[in-house]
């Protein structure tokens, strides 16, 4: 803005230049050397009157004005020298000799013509000056409202992201009291089941040494079903609704259309690249994971399993419909998780990237020497596993036992880094939970229940798949974490129009259908 200001005083400087010239060429007319004033004198002296401006005008304002009566003064002059007079067209100066009623001018007139024509001349050249001078002030002026513009929207910017900042804060603050209420109710809980199970209540000032002396782990087989003898109605009101795991055997031939081996997935996945995963105890991170920094193509890394020299390496979690969704066109969705409310929130509420719609089916592959540590998937979402190959085993607590394995506060992770070989006499709690334990088998499937806390470890080359999901039981324990990490989602779902409710006679779903909603032939009487 100072460089447009100094500018205009500049032209302004320019136009009282011009404007003095002309003064002093009236001046002459009035001088005593001319003995009576003409009438073209008269006229040009009554009608040049440049306005003197406020002392708070906008100096570009006052330029464009003064310049505008300067032209108009500039063409009546044109008019009076060439126009007016009889004289004036196509004749000449000697044309001028004469005013407009005939009468032949002296010389002191005629001079005093010619004079006013010279400082004619030199006013349409200082106004051409003028105009290009304030062309430049005006681009000047555009450059610096642009400037303006800029840093209006700057500040859009940064009132959007101080407005970010107070959302972030106040979400941060929710989930602070949320794992606050969490531990506080974790440790009545402890304090509760202690002293029904032991006589006496539970400190947690103080080591349990006395009771960590007669603790043990309490381990109890995860039960097996026959798919084939098991409706959608009982596998939800016996297991799903009672927070219980169980394995479903017999039901790989509904699932896959071909079959899916190491060489299938090659074929369909190879040329993809992926960062592998690897177990670290000492980690305290989700499932004691970490990732590789380089990519490892997943073809190669198919042929270093089948050669059992993938070591630690591990494809864990990978989304096939991310990844590889040609896989799906030979796969079928089991009724018993088929009423996934995930699919039942559309595209666009999700976002870009889809979200968890999109996430599941996840592949996992990996040799003997691959395992995980204890945590709770995401959400609290229930969540469901087929052993295509391999064996792998598990071990579960469910939600009402999840206190008693020392959880970090604020995490979904533990003290504990096995569960499978844990000391009661460090972490004597862990004999009050109950631990679900199976061993996975080829064409088995094993159903986890929202909220519980599990581990794997397997036992020699294996693939499987899983998926996670949300349906009436856990929806919500579900949409209270959506909250925090999918607010969008969470509104739509929580909302009454949203359908919770899950059909008796659910069926199997090929994964077209399984994607899409609503279903016509779907009645919700179950819930």
Same mark, same amino acid.
């Given at each position: 803005?100072?460089?447009?200001?100094?500018?205009? @005083?500049?032209? $302004?400087?320019?136009?009282?230049?011009?404007?003095?010239n002309?003064?002093?060429?009236?001046?002459?007319?009035n001088s005593?050397?001319?003995?009576?004033? =003409?009438?073209?004198?008269? $006229?040009?002296?009554?009608?040049?009157?440049?306005? =003197?401006?406020?002392?708070?005008?906008?100096?570009?304002?006052?330029?464009?004005?003064?310049?505008?009566?300067?032209?108009?003064q500039?063409?009546?002059?044109?008019?009076?020298?060439?126009?007016?007079?009889?004289?004036?067209?196509?004749?000449?100066?000697?044309?001028?000799?004469?005013?407009? &009623? *005939?009468?032949?001018?002296n010389?002191?007139? /005629?001079t005093?013509?010619?004079?006013l024509?010279?400082?004619?001349?030199?006013?349409?050249?200082?106004?051409?000056?003028l105009?290009g001078?304030?062309?430049?002030? %005006?681009?000047?002026?555009?450059q610096?409202?642009?400037?303006?513009?800029?840093l209006?929207?700057?500040?859009?910017?940064?009132?959007?992201?101080l407005r970010? $900042?107070r959302?972030n804060?106040e +979400?941060?603050q929710?989930?602070?009291?949320?794992?606050v209420?969490?531990?506080?109710?974790?440790?009545d809980?402890l304090?509760?089941?202690?002293?029904?199970?032991?006589?006496?209540?539970y @400190?947690?000032?103080?080591?349990l040494?006395? #009771?960590?002396?007669?603790?043990?782990?309490?381990? !109890?087989?995860?039960?097996?079903?026959?798919?084939?003898?098991?409706s959608?109605k009982?596998?939800?009101?016996?297991y799903?609704?009672?927070?219980?795991?169980?394995?479903?055997?017999?039901?790989? @031939?509904?699932?896959?259309?071909?079959?899916?081996?190491?060489?299938?997935?090659?074929?369909?996945?190879?040329?993809?690249? &992926?960062?592998?995963?690897?177990?670290?105890? +000492?980690?305290?991170?989700?499932?004691?994971?970490?990732?590789?920094? %380089?990519? &490892?193509?997943?073809?190669?890394f198919?042929e270093?399993?089948?050669?059992n020299?993938?070591?630690?390496?591990?494809?864990?979690?990978?989304?096939?419909?991310?990844?590889c969704?040609? #896989?799906?066109?030979?796969? $079928?969705?089991p009724?018993?998780f088929?009423?996934?409310?995930?699919?039942?929130?559309?595209?666009?509420?999700?976002?870009?990237?889809?979200?968890?719609?999109?996430?599941?089916?996840?592949l996992?592959?990996?040799?003997?020497?691959?395992?995980?540590? #204890? /945590?709770?998937?995401?959400?609290n979402?229930?969540?469901?596993?087929?052993?295509?190959?391999?064996?792998?085993?598990?071990?579960?607590?469910?939600?009402?036992?999840?206190?008693?394995l020392?959880?970090?506060?604020?995490?979904?992770?533990? #003290?504990?880094?096995?569960?499978?070989?844990?000391?009661?006499?460090?972490?004597?709690?862990?004999?009050?939970?109950?631990?679900?334990?199976?061993?996975?088998?080829?064409g088995?499937?094993?159903?986890?229940p929202g909220?519980?806390?599990?581990?794997?470890?397997?036992?020699?080359?294996?693939m499987?798949?899983?998926?996670?999901?949300?349906?009436?039981?856990?929806?919500e324990? !579900? =949409?209270?974490?959506?909250?925090?990490?999918r607010?969008?989602?969470?509104?739509?779902?929580? /909302?009454?129009?949203?359908?919770? *409710?899950?059909?008796?006679?659910?069926?199997?779903?090929?994964?077209?259908?399984?994607? &899409?909603?609503?279903?016509?032939?779907?009645?919700?009487?179950?819930?």
């Amino acid at each position: 803005m100072n460089l447009q200001t100094a500018l205009v @005083s500049g032209v $302004t400087l320019l136009l009282a230049s011009v404007t003095i010239n002309l003064l002093v060429t009236l001046y002459i007319f009035n001088s005593p050397s001319s003995p009576s004033e =003409t009438p073209i004198v008269t $006229t040009f002296k009554r009608d040049l009157s440049i306005p =003197t401006p406020p002392k708070d005008s906008d100096p570009y304002v006052v330029l464009t004005d003064q310049l505008r009566v300067l032209q108009l003064q500039n063409k009546k002059l044109q008019q009076l020298l060439y126009s007016d007079h009889p004289g004036g067209r196509g004749r000449g100066w000697s044309g001028l000799m004469e005013d407009n &009623t *005939g009468v032949r001018l002296n010389v002191n007139e /005629h001079t005093d013509v010619l004079k006013l024509q010279s400082e004619l001349r030199f006013a349409q050249n200082q106004i051409g000056r003028l105009s290009g001078d304030l062309n430049k002030a %005006n681009e000047q002026r555009e450059q610096s409202q642009q400037r303006i513009y800029k840093l209006e929207n700057e500040n859009e910017d940064i009132e959007r992201e101080l407005r970010m $900042t107070r959302r972030n804060l106040e +979400n941060e603050q929710i989930k602070q009291n949320m794992y606050v209420s969490r531990l506080e109710f974790d440790i009545d809980k402890l304090r509760r089941a202690t002293e029904a199970k032991y006589g006496f209540r539970y @400190s947690i000032d103080g080591p349990l040494t006395d #009771l960590a002396a007669n603790l043990t782990r309490n381990v !109890s087989p995860i039960p097996r079903v026959d798919g084939r003898q098991l409706s959608y109605k009982e596998f939800y009101l016996k297991y799903v609704k009672n927070q219980k795991p169980v394995i479903i055997t017999n039901y790989f @031939s509904r699932m896959f259309s071909t079959n899916w081996t190491l060489d299938e997935i090659s074929y369909h996945c190879g040329h993809r690249n &992926t960062c592998l995963q690897h177990f670290d105890p +000492n980690r305290n991170s989700w499932g004691n994971l970490y990732s590789d920094k %380089n990519e &490892t193509n997943v073809g190669e890394f198919i042929e270093r399993v089948k050669s059992n020299s993938a070591g630690s390496s591990y494809l864990f979690d990978w989304s096939i419909p991310r990844n590889c969704p040609s #896989l799906l066109k030979s796969y $079928t969705v089991p009724k018993y998780f088929a009423t996934d409310f995930f699919q039942r929130v559309p595209d666009p509420i999700w976002g870009e990237t889809g979200g968890y719609k999109y996430t599941w089916p996840s592949l996992f592959i990996g040799g003997g020497e691959t395992r995980s540590g #204890l /945590h709770v998937d995401a959400v609290n979402s229930h969540f469901w596993m087929a052993m295509i190959l391999g064996h792998k085993r598990w071990g579960v607590v469910t939600p009402d036992d999840v206190p008693f394995l020392y959880p970090n506060p604020g995490q979904n992770t533990f #003290l504990i880094d096995d569960i499978f070989d844990v000391d009661p006499r460090i972490y004597p709690l862990v004999g009050i939970a109950k631990i679900w334990e199976a061993v996975l088998e080829p064409g088995d499937m094993i159903f986890v229940p929202g909220g519980s806390a599990h581990q794997i470890r397997n036992l020699d080359t294996i693939m499987s798949m899983s998926m996670n999901f949300i349906d009436a039981e856990n929806f919500e324990r !579900s =949409t209270n974490m959506l909250r925090l990490t999918r607010p969008a989602v969470q509104r739509y779902m929580i /909302h009454p129009s949203f359908p919770k *409710g899950v059909p008796s006679n659910q069926k199997d779903l090929h994964w077209e259908e399984f994607k &899409t909603f609503p279903r016509d032939d779907e009645v919700y009487d179950l819930f």
